[in-house]
C-alpha cells in the first residue's frame, strides 16, 4: 500500500516557535504536497514541490516555507508561529501533478493522516 | 480565484437512509473528485468523474459530472454508520498559470449517521 506519514500527529507549540512538520512517502512519487484544513474552509494548498528541490506556491503560502532534500521527504517550516496557524496539516503525494491521470486511470493522490498544529 | 460551493455543510440522517450532497462552481472543471476524511484520517478518494455528463457508481455511491462541467453530485444510498466522515468535492482546471492546472476543494459535508 501506499504509505504517507506524518511523524507528528499532535503538536503544541507556542507563539513565535520555529516548527517543521515532516512527511515522508514510500512509494517514489514524485510530486508532494501541503495542505491545510479548516472547517468550513475545506483543504487549500500551501506548497508543492514537482520534484527534488523544486517547489511551487500554493493558494496560501504566506507564513510558510517547505524544503525537498530527498525525493521522500517534504517538509513544512513555520519560521515564527502564529496563532492563526493553529490548523490541521496534510502531507499527500502523487505520481502525476495532483495524482491525476487523465482519462486513462484513478487519481492516486494519497494523503497521510494529519498533523494538529495547535500554537498558543 | 476558483471556488467551489459544497452544500450541504453538516447533515444528521438515521441510517438506512439516502444521502446527497453537491458541489457548485462559477468556473468550469476538467475532473471532479470525491474524497472521504474518516475521523482521525487523512482523506481518501471515492470517485473520480472525468467527462461531463459522467455518472459513475462505487457500491452504494454514485456521483455525476454536470453537464455544464461547473457542478457535480454524490449520492450515498442506505446509509450505514460507517459511513460517517467528512465528504470532500475536488475540482481540477487548467487554470492557475502552471502546467499542472489547480486542484480546487469544497469546504466539505460532515456527515453524521445515527444507528
Known amino acids: 500500500d501506499v504509505k504517507v506519514t506524518q511523524s507528528s500527529r499532535y503538536l503544541v507549540k507556542r507563539t513565535g516557535e520555529k516548527v517543521f512538520l515532516e512527511c515522508v512517502q514510500d512509494?517514489?512519487?514524485?510530486?508532494m504536497f501541503w495542505y491545510r484544513q479548516d472547517p468550513g474552509l475545506g483543504l487549500r494548498l500551501i506548497y508543492f514541490?514537482?520534484?527534488?528541490?523544486?517547489?511551487e506556491k500554493g493558494d496560501i503560502p504566506e507564513g510558510y516555507s517547505v524544503s525537498r532534500e530527498k525525493k521522500e521527504r517534504f517538509s513544512l517550516i513555520l519560521e515564527s508561529a502564529s496563532t492563526n496557524q493553529t490548523s490541521m496539516y496534510l502531507c499527500?503525494?502523487?505520481?502525476?501533478?495532483?495524482?491525476?491521470?487523465?482519462?486513462?486511470?484513478?487519481?492516486?493522490?494519497?494523503f497521510g493522516a494529519g498533523s494538529r498544529l495547535t500554537v498558543l | 480565484g476558483q471556488q467551489l460551493n459544497q452544500s450541504p455543510q453538516s447533515m444528521f440522517i438515521q441510517e438506512g437512509e439516502d444521502v446527497s450532497m453537491n458541489c457548485t462552481s462559477s468556473?468550469?472543471?476538467?475532473?471532479w473528485l470525491w474524497y472521504k476524511q474518516d475521523p482521525g484520517e487523512g482523506p481518501v478518494l471515492l470517485i473520480a468523474?472525468?467527462?461531463?455528463?459522467e455518472l459513475t457508481s462505487n457500491g452504494r455511491l454514485t456521483a455525476q459530472f454536470g453537464i455544464t462541467r461547473k457542478d457535480s453530485f454524490l449520492n450515498i444510498s442506505a446509509s450505514i454508520p460507517s459511513d460517517v466522515g467528512i465528504y470532500f468535492c475536488a475540482g481540477h482546471s487548467n487554470a492557475g498559470g502552471t502546467s499542472y492546472g489547480k486542484l480546487t476543494f469544497g469546504q466539505g459535508t460532515i456527515l453524521t449517521v445515527h444507528p
Open positions: 499527500a503525494s502523487s505520481p502525476t501533478p495532483y495524482g491525476l491521470a487523465g482519462t486513462s486511470g484513478a487519481n492516486v493522490l494519497t
Open positions: 468556473s468550469i472543471f476538467n475532473t
Open positions: 514541490s514537482y520534484d527534488v528541490k523544486m517547489k
Open positions: 512509494m517514489d512519487h514524485e510530486n
Open positions: 468523474l472525468y467527462k461531463a455528463g
